[in-house]
T-cell receptor
Framework: AQSVTQLGSHVSVSEGALVLLRCNYS??????LFWYVQYPNQGLQLLLK??????LVKGINGFEAEFKKSETSFHLTKPSAHMSDAAEYFC???????????FGTGTKLQVIP | DAGVIQSPRHEVTEMGQEVTLRCKPI?????LFWYRQTMMRGLELLIY????????DSGMPEDRFSAKMPNASFSTLKIQPSEPRDSAVYFC????????????FGPGTRLTVL
């Protein structure tokens, strides 16, 4: 079984401040983890993914995430928020060769000027 | 590649009418997923196919919903009869074989049932 928990359905940060979006996972086998972003009226697009090659993963638009097995976490960070980062972010887990991907409930990021 | 193609992008219909949503996957992707997104329930997996075969349809809300994948390049999601509570954005996503791969999402179909 696999599941994902995203803490905080809404997060607000000031422009230029650190962005931290939290994700914890549960998986019975080594997981593959993903962060997706959804801009208004668009589909989801991949930000970054963890595939066991490196625990710190860098993605597009300056985002990165660190896989911590001991904490079963895969939190998303960005050092300095930009207005264009305002969107909804989804964490997702895929267990091994299983095709099914389980998504979290999403976190809406608001960036305050 | 054009990515995942969905049609129509918007659909407005009246309660009781049949609605058919269409999806063309990325060439070479052998898994296809249908999702529904609403404010109340978020992103829900309805059904997914692997090599054109339905693998898990436990998310299909009720018998009014049906999905088919007659070949590797086309899938449909049908609602008959439609109800106002079916109003949502429906996404199709596809996945290539391989353990490290991610899903690619289409732009979605916004369905409004009056």
């Amino acid at each position: 079984a696999q599941s994902v928990t995203q803490l905080g359905s809404h997060v607000s940060v000031s422009e230029g401040a650190l962005v931290l979006l939290r994700c914890n996972y549960s998986s019975s086998v080594p997981p593959y983890l993903f962060w997706y972003v959804q801009y208004p009226n668009q589909g989801l697009q991949l930000l970054l993914k963890y595939t066991s090659a490196a625990t710190l993963v860098k993605g597009i638009n300056g985002f990165e995430a660190e896989f911590k097995k001991s904490e079963t976490s895969f939190h998303l960070t960005k050092p300095s928020a930009h207005m264009s980062d305002a969107a909804e972010y989804f964490c997702a887990v895929r267990s091994g060769g299983y095709q099914k991907v389980t998504f979290g409930t999403g976190t809406k990021l608001q960036v305050i000027p | 590649d054009a990515g995942v193609i969905q049609s129509p992008r918007h659909e407005v219909t009246e309660m009781g009418q049949e609605v058919t949503l269409r999806c063309k996957p990325i060439s070479g992707h052998n898994s296809l997923f249908w999702y529904r997104q609403t404010m109340m329930r978020g992103l829900e997996l309805l059904i997914y196919f692997n090599n054109n075969v339905p693998i898990d349809d436990s998310g299909m809300p009720e018998d009014r919903f049906s999905a088919k994948m007659p070949n590797a390049s086309f899938s449909t999601l049908k609602i008959q009869p439609s109800e106002p509570r079916d109003s949502a954005v429906y996404f199709c996503a596809t996945l290539a074989a391989g353990v490290y791969n991610e899903q690619f999402f289409g732009p979605g179909t916004r369905l409004t049932v009056l």
